[in-house]
């Protein structure tokens, strides 16, 4: 099983940029598509981004696209996630965890601490 953390959250103001980033544990990182969710009170986990294996192919939530940008480096265990452009509506507990890079979803039962993201207007 993939241990996760994630950090790199904070308060920034609207338009801003944060760069989240996902330390995974375990040897078998390279095997997985991984991706970031994010959760905001009172709402469902949602997707936001994903990424293949190798890297080559990515997946976005439209909500995010042309702002957010996802990418790993495999030889540290490590997902990132830069957001530019940064709404109020961004604002959330983010996550990440293996995925499904077509459809976005995730069947894990195991899910990291979160770090949160607050955008304030």
């Known amino acids: 099983q993939v241990q996760l953390v994630e950090s790199g959250g904070g308060l920034v103001q609207a338009g801003g940029s944060l760069r989240l980033s996902c330390a995974a544990s375990?040897?078998?990182?390279?095997?997985?598509?991984m991706g970031w969710f994010r959760q905001a009170p009172g709402k469902e986990r949602e997707f936001v981004a994903a990424?293949?294996?190798?890297?080559?192919?990515?997946n976005y939530a439209d909500s995010v696209k042309g702002r957010f940008t996802i990418s790993r480096d495999n030889a540290k265990n490590t997902i990132y996630l830069q957001m530019n452009s940064l709404k109020p509506e961004d604002t959330a507990v983010y996550y990440c965890?293996?995925?499904?890079?077509?459809?976005?979803?995730?069947?894990?039962?195991?899910w990291g601490q979160g770090t949160q993201v607050t955008v304030s207007s």
């Open positions: 990424i293949s294996r190798s890297g080559a192919s990515t």
């Open positions: 375990g040897r078998t990182f390279t095997y997985y598509a």
């Open positions: 965890n293996v995925v499904d890079l077509s459809t976005g979803q995730s069947n894990s039962g195991y």
